[in-house]
C-alpha cells in the first residue's frame, strides 16, 4: 500500500510535469441510489481537481455490499484494467475507505497508485495547511489513518512464507514500524495539547466579547462572507478546503464589537480521524455564542450538506447553539434554476416560493443573499447585530449598553 499522500502532479524523468490522470470509482449498496453516488461522485471529482488531478472516467457498480478483497466485481475491475491501461491513467480514486488488503490487491491488480476518499481529503489538507497547529492535525490525522492498515504494506512476505526465517523477521517488521507509528502519534498529540493550551490562554485574553462563529459545508462560501462583514483579507478560492486554519477578527457593526471566526469546512464522509484531530481547531465553534450557517443554496444537494453540517456540529458539542442560516450564492442559482424566458414577475414569484418553503423548514433565522455580488448584506448585518445584542443582554443584564 502506497503511504505517498501527494497526489496531482505526475512526475517525470523530464523537467516538464503534467496533472495525473485519474479514473472514479463508486459503489451502489446499502441505501444509496442513483442520484446519491452520482452526487457523491462529483464531489469527489472536485475533490481530485482540487488536489489538482484530472479525472477522465468515472465507473459504478450496484453490489449488496463491497467485495471484501477487490471493493468491486471480478468484471468490473477487469473493465477498470482495460481502461487504465488504454487511456495511460495515473491514479485510479474510490470514493470509499479501502482496507490495507483492497489496497494491495488492486494495487498488483491495476498497477496504479490507488487512493481512497479519505487519503485523497487528507492529501489536500497536507497541501493546504499553514499553521503548525494545522500541519500537525493534519500529519495526526495520516498516521492514525495509517496504523491499521500498515499490514498491508508486509503482504508480499506471504509469498516468502515457506522461507526459513522469512517470517519471523516479517512480523518483527511490521511490529518496528507500529511501533514507531505508535509513538509519532504520541508525540503528535502531546504537541497539539501544548498548542491547546497556548490557544485556549489566547481566547481567554480576548475578554468578554461575543463570539460569533461562521460554519458550513466547504466551498459554501464562508471565506468570502467572512470577507464582507469583518472587511479583512481571508483567502478565499473556489475550492475546497480553502481554509484550514480558523481566523479571528474583531467585527464592530455601529459601536457594538464582538469577534467572529471563520472555521474550517465540513464535508461528507468526513474521515473520522480528521475530525478527531481539528477537534481544537473547532473549539471555536464550541465556544461560540452564535452560529451563521452559511449555505450553497445554487448546489443541488445543499439540503443534505445542511444535514451534514447539523450532524458534525452535533458531534462537536455544538448542535443547541443559536443560527442563523445565510442561504448564499443566490446569483448562481438564479443562473442555473431559471430560464432565460422567463419574464422578470415570474422570477421574483417562484424565488419567492422558494424563500417562503425554507423558512418553514428551518427554525432558526434565514437570510437569502449573494456575499461575491453583495447582495442582501444589509439585511444580514441588522440581523446579525439583533442577535448579538440579545446575547450581551443575557451575559450582562444589569449593564446598560448603548450600541
Request: some cysteine; proline content about 3%; glycine content about 4%.
Given at each position: 500500500m502506497s503511504t505517498d499522500w501527494n497526489v496531482g502532479i505526475k512526475q517525470g524523468s523530464t523537467l516538464k510535469r503534467?496533472?495525473?490522470?485519474?479514473?472514479?470509482?463508486?459503489?451502489?449498496?446499502?441505501d444509496y441510489t442513483d442520484q446519491d453516488i452520482r452526487d457523491h461522485l462529483d464531489e469527489l471529482k472536485f475533490l481530485?481537481?482540487?488536489?489538482?488531478?484530472?479525472?477522465?472516467?468515472?465507473?459504478?457498480?450496484?453490489?449488496?455490499?463491497?467485495n471484501s478483497k477487490t471493493f468491486v466485481g471480478s468484471?468490473?475491475?477487469?473493465?477498470?484494467?482495460?481502461?487504465?491501461?488504454?487511456?495511460?491513467?495515473?491514479l485510479v480514486i474510490f470514493d470509499e475507505d479501502l482496507s490495507g488488503k483492497q489496497q494491495n490487491v488492486l494495487e498488483q491488480r491495476l498497477k496504479k497508485k490507488i487512493i481512497d476518499r479519505s487519503t485523497l481529503i487528507l492529501d489536500i489538507f497536507a497541501s493546504r495547511a499553514q499553521t503548525a497547529q494545522a500541519k500537525t492535525q493534519v500529519e495526526l490525522a495520516q498516521m492514525q489513518y495509517l496504523l491499521p492498515r500498515l499490514r498491508g504494506l508486509w503482504t508480499h512476505l506471504e509469498r516468502q512464507r515457506g522461507g526459513i526465517g522469512m517470517?519471523?523477521?516479517?512480523?518483527?517488521?511490521?511490529?518496528?514500524?507500529?511501533?514507531?507509528?505508535?509513538?509519532?502519534?504520541?508525540?503528535?498529540?502531546?504537541?497539539?495539547?501544548?498548542?491547546?493550551?497556548?490557544?485556549?490562554?489566547?481566547?481567554k485574553n480576548r475578554g468578554d466579547l461575543i463570539r460569533v462563529a461562521l460554519v458550513g459545508y466547504t466551498n459554501a462560501g464562508k471565506s468570502t462572507l467572512m470577507n464582507r462583514l469583518s472587511k479583512s483579507t481571508v483567502f478565499a478560492e473556489d475550492k475546497l478546503f480553502a481554509t484550514l486554519d480558523t481566523t479571528v477578527r474583531k467585527v464592530v457593526f455601529g459601536r457594538m464589537p464582538f469577534l467572529m471566526s471563520d472555521t474550517v469546512g465540513f464535508i461528507r464522509k468526513l474521515p473520522h480521524h480528521l475530525v478527531e484531530s481539528f477537534k481544537s481547531t473547532l473549539d471555536e465553534t464550541r465556544e461560540s455564542d452564535l452560529l451563521i450557517h452559511v449555505i450553497d443554496i445554487s448546489h443541488p444537494s445543499y439540503e443534505d450538506h445542511i444535514a451534514t453540517v447539523n450532524q458534525t456540529l452535533q458531534e462537536l458539542g455544538s448542535g443547541d447553539k443559536p443560527q442563523i442560516m445565510v442561504f448564499n450564492k443566490m446569483d448562481l442559482y438564479r443562473k442555473s434554476a431559471f430560464d432565460d424566458l422567463l419574464d422578470d414577475q415570474t422570477r421574483e414569484e417562484?424565488?419567492?416560493?422558494?424563500k417562503s418553503s425554507i423558512r418553514?423548514?428551518?427554525?432558526?433565522?434565514?437570510?437569502?443573499?449573494?456575499?461575491?455580488?453583495?447582495?442582501?448584506?444589509?439585511?444580514?448585518?441588522?440581523?446579525?447585530?439583533?442577535?448579538?445584542?440579545?446575547?450581551?443582554?443575557?451575559?450582562?443584564?444589569?449593564?446598560?449598553?448603548?450600541?
Open positions: 503534467r496533472k495525473e490522470r485519474a479514473v472514479l470509482v463508486g459503489l451502489i449498496h446499502h481530485a481537481e482540487t488536489a489538482g488531478a484530472k479525472t477522465k472516467k468515472r465507473f459504478v457498480q450496484r453490489l449488496p455490499h463491497p468484471g468490473k475491475l477487469e473493465e477498470i484494467a482495460e481502461y487504465v491501461e488504454k487511456h495511460d491513467i495515473d517470517r519471523g523477521p516479517g512480523e518483527k517488521e511490521i511490529e518496528t514500524d507500529r511501533r514507531i507509528v505508535r509513538d509519532k502519534i504520541a508525540q503528535l498529540k502531546s504537541k497539539l495539547d501544548k498548542i491547546d493550551l497556548q490557544n485556549t490562554t489566547q481566547r417562484l424565488e419567492e416560493s422558494l418553514k423548514r428551518f427554525e432558526a433565522h434565514c437570510v437569502f443573499i449573494s456575499a461575491k455580488e453583495k447582495e442582501n448584506m444589509n439585511s444580514l448585518r441588522s440581523l446579525i447585530k439583533e442577535e448579538v445584542m440579545k446575547k450581551y443582554e443575557e451575559r450582562y443584564p444589569y449593564q446598560v449598553k448603548t450600541f
